[in-house]
């Protein structure tokens, strides 16, 4: 107990966001030094507002009739995680964002087309690495998720480009929306 136990979360150097589209016979990473399969991209630089998880439980309380609470029952618990994708020219992200199928890039010229639709957004599994106080190392594996929101895209000389994206949880087989390891 105490201040040694205080701790903040900065980005790994070699990569923080990793995606990959979702797939259910993906190995997905148990360690935070096991390696990631091919299938997962480094979306790379986030903005400085770093990550931001909302899993708090929603309840209804139940009152008897005088006034008590006498039941506090669960009606949902979301998991999200916010973040800005700032590596905005990067293909991976692009297809993280809009989905695969709408982003291609001409093998001849390199353009890359961004096809905006409304079809539903894409499911994926996501690695965030990070490195707390002291060198420990923190993973989050969220093994399946879609964005379920993008915020406002601005183009400006006096910021970074960026895809504020939230990502919502869904539980896995064995009803968990995202694992945490820490060494």
Request: proline share 3%; glycine share 8%; aromatic share 8%.
């Amino acid at each position: 107990m105490g201040a040694s136990n205080v701790t903040a979360g900065k980005p790994k150097t070699s990569g923080a966001i990793f995606w990959a589209p979702y797939s259910s016979t993906l190995d997905l990473p148990e360690t935070t030094t096991e390696s990631l399969a091919s299938a997962f991209k480094n979306l790379g630089y986030v903005s400085d507002d770093g990550l931001t998880n909302s899993n708090s439980p929603e309840n209804e309380d139940i009152k008897a009739w005088g006034g008590d609470t006498v039941l506090s029952v669960q009606k949902s618990k979301d998991d999200t995680f916010k973040l800005t994708l700032i590596e905005i020219l990067d293909i991976n992200v692009m297809k993280a964002v809009y989905g695969s199928d709408n982003v291609s890039q001409d093998s001849t010229t390199n353009q890359i087309t961004i096809t905006a639709n409304s079809d539903d957004a894409e499911y994926g599994v996501w690695v965030i690495d990070m490195i707390l106080k002291g060198g420990v190392a923190k993973r989050i594996v969220i093994p399946d998720a879609k964005i379920t929101e993008v915020g406002d895209i601005v183009y400006s000389d006096s910021d970074a480009v960026g895809y504020e994206i939230t990502l919502t949880c869904v539980p896995d087989a064995s009803g968990n929306t995202h694992y945490e390891y820490i060494l």
